[in-house]
């Protein structure tokens, strides 16, 4: 089915009744990792951008997405008008390749909100703890008019870092019982984060394991990610406590910080519409090679009859016919 990518796009960049079906649509799009992905993304290059985009990850259980309700709720509270989105990247169906959506149960009471947009995305295996299409996603939304974009990941450990290429700032949200400092410098998230979020405040030791923290934060080199004792913060998203001055350090850190973001953010669009591109390339060349099968191509290099450059070629000039 032929999509109006264009009109898509001005629908959606509209204040009309149908600017958020249309940004779905093109959501849907973007995440699909299709021609017609790479499509949207060059056409989002010059779109209005989000004055915020948080990422938040962490060990699961540490309550990401609690912290997340609380600080939709605040938003909306100091900003009356303003429009927010949530990326919510859930772990894959082994079966239908869907996102669970797991984390949107917990911000149900905002789902009849017009000012919030909040959108999951399936994992698909994708390694890194984001969808692929997350970044075509967090475009549109700045297309649509959100003011700040919150992108939750599925908290697994390591990888999450990934998150690093596509929010203004990284918050790393950990609990007390879930091991001591030394064991999350060792999983790699010390490094990814600008601001560290010690949830579940009200519960038995979360003031010593802030402690610990805050001494951790001081040995690693902070002057690349400009953190500082104020970036280890003490909340409880249950109790509401310590969420508003977590936004209020967020706001300061944005008004310091802004046009270094800004200049972050037009190298990273590079980046990402070059990766994209080699997806595709890639999805095209994996076709080609399923249609190769039927000639034994691994067979006949094993036996001599060709080489692995003159079968990289005749791929590749398949792959042009093929889709001109």
């Not at 985009?53 to 009356?80: I, M």
């Not at 649509?144 to 599925?154: F, K, M, N, P, R």
């Not at 870092?161 to 609990?175: F, G, N, R, T, W």
């Not at 099968?293 to 003159?310: F, K, M, N, Q």
Request: net charge negative.
């Amino acid at each position: 089915m032929n999509v109006d990518v264009e009109a898509l796009i001005r629908e959606a960049g509209t204040a009309g009744p149908g600017r958020i079906r249309a940004a779905a649509r093109l959501m849907t799009i973007a995440e699909g990792g299709s021609g017609a992905a790479v499509n949207v993304l060059g056409k989002l290059a010059g779109a209005p951008e989000p004055r915020l985009v948080l990422g938040l990850t962490g060990s699961p259980g540490s309550g990401k997405s609690s912290l997340v309700d609380r600080l939709l709720q605040h938003c909306r509270a100091e900003n009356p008008d303003s429009h927010i989105g949530v990326i919510a990247v859930d772990p894959s169906s082994p079966y239908s390749n869907g996102a669970f959506l797991g984390d949107r149960v917990r911000m149900m009471r905002h789902a009849g909100d017009p000012n919030i947009f909040i959108r999951s995305a399936a994992t698909r295996g994708h390694i890194g703890g984001l969808a692929a299409g997350v970044f075509g996603m967090l475009k549109v939304m700045g297309l649509a008019g959100c003011d700040i974009v919150l992108i939750e990941t599925v908290g697994v450990g390591q990888m999450e870092i990934e998150i690093e290429s596509l929010a203004d700032l990284v918050l790393i949200v950990l609990a007390p019982g879930q091991g001591d400092a030394m064991q999350f410098q060792k999983a790699g998230l010390m490094e990814a984060g600008d601001v560290f979020v010690v949830n579940k405040g009200d519960c038995a030791g979360a003031a010593e394991f802030h402690a610990q923290l805050m001494a951790s934060v001081r040995l690693i080199d902070h002057d690349r990610k400009q953190r500082g004792p104020d970036s280890v913060r003490l909340v409880s998203a249950r109790e509401d406590d310590g969420i508003a001055e977590l936004l209020d350090y967020l706001d300061r850190r944005r008004d310091a910080e802004a046009d270094r973001w800004l200049a972050r953010r037009r190298t990273r669009l590079g980046t990402h519409l070059r990766a994209a591109v080699l997806e595709l390339a890639q999805r095209r060349l994996e076709a080609e090679w399923s249609a190769l099968a039927d000639s034994d191509p691994v067979g006949r290099v094993l036996r001599g009859e060709t080489g692995l450059a003159e079968l990289s070629d005749a791929l590749l000039r398949h792959a042009a016919l093929n889709n001109v």
